[in-house]
């Protein structure tokens, strides 16, 4: 049986750009189990795209092959590999930091290939449809059986470039000055922080944003928030998320990805003059820097 | 052979959400045809996702399972059910009246149970993502072929929330007073009224909305209707939808889901002043009634 | 085995109409590969979709089969035909020019029969699903191993409505009046030129386009285009596509497809004033016209 094979993009949903990884898959390796995983990245997001590499590549199964494209240096000299991570899993992609989160929360790959044996890649009409013409006809062999030592020559796992995750940092005066990762469909916004890097206890936090002070509770649910009022939930990656209650906290706050946003913690719920000092306990680390811990294996 | 596997949720088309329930799907039950039958299901839309789920569990294999979550009330108490229906094929997801319309129309569930056995589950690092933790791995253990008993606890089916489909009413004056279920991708307003709803040979109709009126001839295509105007055509699920030809009826009308409108059969094709009495005669049931009739089989 | 089955709609990703077909697909041929093409051709596109059509089958594996979808005039008397094409695969679909280019490309199709045996396909509650109701049926039961000539009658293939592809022309003046195909979610706008249309060794044309003028240099990747600039690169299907380096070049230029679009070889980069004749060497031949060279063969 051929190994379960996982696409994530930034080609947009039922796209031509995704049909073609998919055709060329079928013919290549066929039987094989296509595993759309994303396909919403934002044109080119490399940062996006590689949190979303990490979450969801830990959930494939064990000897799985996952075809990753965020690539605006399609055409260019950027190196295009395959690397062999825990349990056998491999993910292939460009080498421009789309991967390192997910190579770094597994403690390193275990194998590094590029990919320069054409003779795995199909004849492009043109350089600028790597996916289809090199990193889904290389995935599709892997999945019927080529080894991956033929894909081309070995690479020094440590040569990979780094990724860009940003990491949340602690002012002098006890604020947390985040950033948000990502607003989802519901217009909820995550920030990266971990419950972990707020005091034990904390009940509620200011948020500052734009130019505006805004007031957030802990809460479990969409609907523990107060009407119109913000929620701090622990989402489901595990990360802080401020949240409302059938309405989106992104449109209440102005958020989008990347923006900085400054934390406080409240003394009491209400009073936003009174903050107190935090300590970062478990700011997520660098995506270059790996984690000895293994993280991979979920069920 | 493992059970075919079903997914309708409001998680957005190619979003991470639906790609992490596909890896759990494909880690758990390995081989298992997988099906997306509809993530474009507005947030939280409930209703909508009800009726999505009545018609197309409809057209799955039988012994299929699917997963259906529009589920604004996860991290509450709201249960986690599984219901099995005609053909043996199972429905899982949140009791919150999402799976009422499609266990009416078979005339109820054959078994139900609530999905408290949690070593069914994932481990979750925050309680956010029933879809990735509950309802996808019981779903797929499901179709890998756990026994539904062992999934949790029997529950009562008549004791399931009931759903939440409007039905059209009659006025004292002869009018409809209908609802703009849907808006399709075309511009199509399926409205919750069937052909029969009408006096045989209605060729026309008077639709008030918003304020405005507009007449609507009843044509059997999209090409049938005049330029510029509007048509009344039979939808692909057997109910009336004001349609134009390639242009888009709901902009034309200003309609959205939900939108109330009054329709009045008129005697005589644009004269708007002279309408007959009609009599609902097949008003959609509520969701909760059941219909003892099979409507399941569709091959 | 079963036949691997794709499908290519303007249904729109993630929708309803597209687990439609999936569901009846699984139902009727259990165990098919069944693979996503498209389904972002805007809704009643015939032209766009024939284009697409046309590209994907290309990279389908033998012997499958294609259900495609853009058929604006539904319900009425148009043909539904299945179209058997080299290395045995087969396309489905309305025969409204859709399937054309796909049949010039491989120099006409080997059978076709008219889907008038309606035991393939499913009662339908409305007229206006043929996707649903005869499309996939009959493209399912083809993977199941229905021959084609039980589908219904023979038809010759000589007699199915051509496709609408519009070609380039070159005018007195030197210039070449060509169009745009497409916008993708990049924003790069794709020429109906080919990069041997104009004289070797051009290094920038001017465009232009909507009463204003642009100049784009020939680039081999998005990053070598001047910031803030335009590039005239080969895309990934062996066209001309005018883009820019991590912006829409389709904004830059107010581009939409259908859009004219008149271009001059520039002599000098920069000098727009001083242009040279060119001589359209090999514009894209109509979709009806037939090419008797093989070009479906893939891998």
């Given amino acids: 049986m051929s190994r379960p094979l996982g696409f994530l993009t930034d080609y947009g949903p039922g796209t031509e750009h995704v049909g073609a990884l998919h055709a060329v898959a079928a013919t290549i390796a066929p039987g094989s189990d296509r595993v759309d995983l994303a396909h919403d990245v934002p044109p080119g997001d490399v940062r996006w795209g590689s949190i979303l590499v990490e979450r ?5 199964p064990r000897q799985s092959v996952t075809t990753c494209v965020v690539d605006p240096g ?13 349990w056998g899993k491999v993910v292939v992609g460009p080498d421009n930091g789309l991967l390192a989160p997910a190579v770094a929360m597994v403690g390193g790959a275990t194998r590094a290939v590029s990919l320069t044996d054409t003779s ?18 290389v995935a599709a062999r892997l999945c019927a059986g080529v080894p991956l030592e033929d894909l081309g020559e070995p ?5 990979l470039m780094p990724g860009l995750m940003p990491g949340a940092r602690e002012e002098p005066d006890g604020t947390i000055v985040a950033e948000v990762l990502w607003v989802d469909r519901f217009g909820n916004v995550q920030l990266n922080l971990g419950p972990d890097d707020l005091p034990p206890g904390t009940e509620s936090v200011e948020l500052r944003l734009g130019g505006s002070r805004y007031t957030a509770r802990r809460v479990r649910a ?7 009022g913000l929620g701090l939930a622990v989402d489901s990656y595990g990360m802080l998320a401020v949240v409302a209650d059938r309405s ?8 989008a990805a990347g923006d900085e946003v ?3 913690v409240l003394g009491d719920v209400g009073d936003p003059a009174v903050t107190t000092a935090v300590q970062i306990g478990r700011a997520p680390a660098p995506a270059s820097a790996g984690d000895p811990t293994s993280r991979g294996e979920n069920f």
Avoid: I, Y
């Fill in 120 to 137: 795995h890649h199909l004849d492009a009409p043109g350089p600028l449809f790597d996916g289809r013409d090199v990193f889904a006809p």
């Fill in 262 to 264: 400054v934390v406080s």
């Fill in 74 to 86: 399609v055409g260019t000299g950027r190196r295009a590999v395959a690397l062999e991570l825990e």
């Fill in 248 to 255: 989106s906290a992104a449109e209440e706050l102005r958020a």
């Fill in 155 to 159: 690479v020094d796992p440590a040569g």
């Fill in 222 to 228: 969409f609907s523990e928030v107060t009407p119109g």
């Fill in 56 to 60: 969801l590549v830990r959930l494939m």
